[in-house]
């Protein structure tokens, strides 16, 4: 069988993924906070998982490493911490639940 060189093997694109965790396709929006709230940016979701996302923005270079990240039907905000960056986007890794008692460390910055 000869195969096109245009065509994408997706089961060989899942097999190579290194995540823990599959992650699911998203649209919703997302907001970051740091700096004591002070600092806000607004950006969205492209992919989601229990662990992680694949954020979107405008600019992305402005993003601290880490951040309280807070997505739209969402029930709770998390903490995040920037795994990667690439041209308007960043991968996020949630570090832990959002809410707890004590200081925050996203807004220490």
Not at 17 to 44: H, I, W
Request: aromatic share 8%; hydrophobic share 35%; charged share 30%.
């Amino acid at each position: 069988m000869q195969t096109d060189d245009n065509v994408i093997d997706l089961k060989r694109t899942i097999e190579n993924d290194q995540r823990k965790e599959p992650r699911m396709r998203a649209l919703k929006r997302a907001t970051l906070s740091f700096n004591q709230g002070y600092g806000v940016f607004e950006g969205v979701v492209r992919n989601q998982s229990p662990s992680g996302a694949k954020l979107s923005f405008g600019e992305a270079l402005g993003v601290p490493n880490r951040f309280l990240l807070t997505v739209s039907g969402d029930a709770r905000a998390r903490l995040a911490e920037i795994r990667w960056r690439g041209d308007g986007e960043v991968g996020v890794a949630f570090v832990e639940e959002a809410g707890r008692q004590g200081p925050d460390p996203a807004f220490d910055r």
